[in-house]
C-alpha cells in the first residue's frame, strides 16, 4: 500500500533561519507531488507541484523554493524565514488527475 | 485555469439534522471532483470522490455529493449529523493540478 511521511510535524524557528521540510512517499512510482500551506480562513494555498525528478512548478512568487531530487522524494526549503512563512504545511501525492493523499503535516511557527 | 468555491466559511448544525456544504468550480478543461475532510491539526482524508458514471456519490459514513454538470456544483449532503462529523471540509478539482476551496466548518451542535 502507499504512506506518504511528512516531517517534522512541529518547528518552531527563529526569523532569518533555513527551512527544510522533507516528504517521501512508498509504495508508488512517479507520483505527482504537491506542497500546500494552509493559512486559517484561506484553505489550501498550493506552494509548488511536481510530475517528475528536477520538475518544480510555482504557483505563487515567495520566500520559499522546492526540490525533488528523487522520484519519491519532495523537499520543502527556505534561506532565510520570514514571520510570514508561518502556517501549516502539507505534502502531498496523487497519480495524474486521480485523488490527492496528504501527509500529517508540519506546523511552522517563525519568532 | 480552475478555481473552487466554498460559499460557507462556517456552517453550525444541530445534532441529528441535515446539512449540506456548497461547493461551485470552474475549469477549462474536464476535471474530477472530491470533497475532503480535515481534523483539527491533521492532514485531509478523501470523504468521496467523482471521476465518472453515476453523477451522486456516497461515502461510508453517510455523506453524499451530487455532480451537477449544467450548475457547475459538487455539493456535500448528509441527513443526519453527528457529533463526530465535527470538522473541515474542502471541495476540490483536478484538472491540471488539485485545486482545493477555502474550506467550510462543519460544527455540529449538541
Same mark, same amino acid.
Given at each position: 500500500?502507499?504512506?506518504?511521511?511528512?516531517?517534522?510535524?512541529?518547528?518552531?524557528?527563529?526569523?532569518? &533561519? +533555513?527551512? @527544510?521540510? !522533507?516528504?517521501?512517499? $512508498? /509504495?508508488?512510482?512517479?507520483?505527482?507531488? #504537491?506542497?500546500?500551506?494552509?493559512?486559517?480562513?484561506?484553505?489550501?494555498?498550493?506552494? =509548488?507541484?511536481?510530475?517528475?525528478?528536477?520538475?518544480?512548478? @510555482?504557483?505563487? +512568487?515567495?520566500? %520559499?523554493?522546492?526540490?525533488?531530487?528523487?522520484?519519491?522524494?519532495?523537499?520543502?526549503?527556505?534561506?532565510?524565514? %520570514?514571520?510570514?512563512? &508561518?502556517? =501549516?504545511?502539507?505534502?502531498?501525492?496523487?497519480?495524474?488527475?486521480? !485523488?490527492?493523499? =496528504?501527509?500529517? /503535516?508540519?506546523?511552522?511557527?517563525?519568532? | 485555469?480552475?478555481?473552487?468555491?466554498?460559499?460557507?466559511?462556517?456552517?453550525?448544525?444541530? $445534532? $441529528?439534522?441535515?446539512?449540506?456544504?456548497?461547493?461551485? #468550480?470552474?475549469? &477549462?478543461?474536464?476535471?474530477?471532483?472530491?470533497?475532503?475532510?480535515? #481534523?483539527?491539526?491533521?492532514?485531509?482524508?478523501?470523504? %468521496?470522490? #467523482?471521476?465518472?458514471?453515476?453523477? %451522486?456519490?456516497?461515502?461510508?459514513?453517510?455523506?453524499?455529493? !451530487?455532480?451537477?454538470?449544467?450548475?457547475? @456544483?459538487?455539493?456535500?449532503?448528509?441527513?443526519?449529523?453527528?457529533? &463526530?462529523?465535527?470538522?473541515?471540509?474542502?471541495?476540490?478539482?483536478?484538472?491540471?493540478?488539485?485545486?482545493?476551496?477555502?474550506?467550510?466548518?462543519?460544527?455540529?451542535?449538541?
Amino acid at each position: 500500500s502507499q504512506t506518504i511521511h511528512q516531517w517534522p510535524a512541529t518547528l518552531v524557528q527563529p526569523v532569518g &533561519s +533555513p527551512l @527544510s521540510l !522533507e516528504c517521501t512517499v $512508498e /509504495g508508488t512510482s512517479n507520483p505527482n507531488l #504537491y506542497w500546500y500551506r494552509q493559512a486559517a480562513g484561506r484553505g489550501l494555498q498550493l506552494l =509548488f507541484y511536481s510530475v517528475g525528478i528536477g520538475q518544480i512548478s @510555482s504557483e505563487v +512568487p515567495q520566500n %520559499l523554493s522546492a526540490s525533488r531530487p528523487q522520484d519519491r522524494q519532495f523537499i520543502l526549503s527556505s534561506k532565510k524565514l %520570514l514571520l510570514s512563512d &508561518s502556517g =501549516f504545511y502539507l505534502c502531498a501525492w496523487s497519480l495524474y488527475k486521480e !485523488e490527492a493523499f =496528504f501527509g500529517q /503535516g508540519t506546523r511552522l511557527t517563525v519568532v | 485555469a480552475q478555481s473552487v468555491t466554498q460559499l460557507d466559511s462556517q456552517v453550525p448544525v444541530f $445534532e $441529528e439534522a441535515p446539512v449540506e456544504l456548497r461547493c461551485n #468550480y470552474s475549469s &477549462s478543461v474536464s476535471v474530477y471532483l472530491f470533497w475532503y475532510v480535515q #481534523y483539527p491539526n491533521q492532514g485531509l482524508q478523501l470523504l %468521496l470522490k #467523482y471521476l465518472s458514471g453515476s453523477t %451522486l456519490v456516497e461515502s461510508i459514513n453517510g455523506f453524499e455529493a !451530487e455532480f451537477n454538470k449544467s450548475q457547475t @456544483s459538487f455539493h456535500l449532503r448528509k441527513p443526519s449529523v453527528h457529533i &463526530s462529523d465535527t470538522a473541515e471540509y474542502f471541495c476540490a478539482v483536478s484538472g491540471t493540478t488539485v485545486t482545493f476551496g477555502i474550506g467550510t466548518k462543519l460544527q455540529v451542535i449538541p
